[in-house]
Every structure is written in C-alpha cells, then in structure tokens.
Nanobody
Framework: QVQLVESGGGLVQAGGSLRLSCAASGRTFSTITMGWFRQAPGQGREFVARISRNGGTTYTADSVKGRFTISRDNAKNAIYLQMNSLKPEDTAVYYC???????????????WGQGTQVTVSS
C-alpha cells in the first residue's frame, strides 16, 4: 500500500510557474515508479509525466514537453513537477501516482493521491 499527498497547486497567470510536490509513504520509495496525471473539467485523466525508481529516466507527454519537468528525491520520499510557461489549457486537477505500468491506452497507476487544483488564468 502506498499513500500519496500532493501540494503546491494554486492560481497563476498564463506564462507563470508552479511547483507541485508529492509525499509518499507506506513502501520503500526507491522501489516505486512515480508519475503525474491531470484531469481537466469534463475530460478524462491524462498522463503528464513519469520517472523511474532511481530518477534516471523520465518520460513527459508531448503536450507539456519542454515546459514541465518531473524529478524525485528518494531521500525525502518525494517527487516534484516543475511547471513553467503555464497556459490556460493546463488548468486541471493534478494527481500524483505510484506504480506506473504501460498499457495499450498509455500509462496506468496502482495508487493515486487526492489531487491538487492548478488554475491558469489568461
């Protein structure tokens, strides 16, 4: 079992930056593949980024590539999502996720956080 708690969401103007954090507990953190997803109003949950157990490999969705960076600190049992050059279309609830595995429709996760709201005003 893995427990995830996100923080760092908020309201920001277009072009601004935010940094999301996710604290994990319940299992040895360095054994867990981690990631971020988001869900905009009226839409399905969308994969954003994934990071390997040791942080050496990352994968970022095309929609945020070059603007968002995922990272992790295994000593602090945490992952982060640095979001730069934010756009109104980035407005969504952002979810931290653990135990990511590939599926035919993309990535799926075994555990989810409660989500944190990010709102980008134009």
């Amino acid at each position: 079992q893995v427990q995830l708690v996100e923080s760092g969401g908020g309201l920001v103007q277009a072009g601004g930056s935010l940094r999301l954090s996710c604290a994990a507990s319940g299992r040895t953190f360095s054994t867990i593949t981690m990631g971020w997803f988001r869900q905009a109003p009226g839409q399905g949950r969308e994969f954003v980024a994934r990071i390997s157990r040791n942080g050496g490999t990352t994968y970022t969705a095309d929609s945020v590539k070059g603007r968002f960076t995922i990272s992790r600190d295994n000593a602090k049992n945490a992952i982060y999502l640095q979001m730069n050059s934010l756009k109104p279309e980035d407005t969504a609830v952002y979810y931290c996720a653990a135990d990511l595995t590939p599926s035919t429709s993309g990535w799926r996760a075994g555990y989810w956080g409660q989500g944190t709201q990010v709102t980008v005003s134009s």
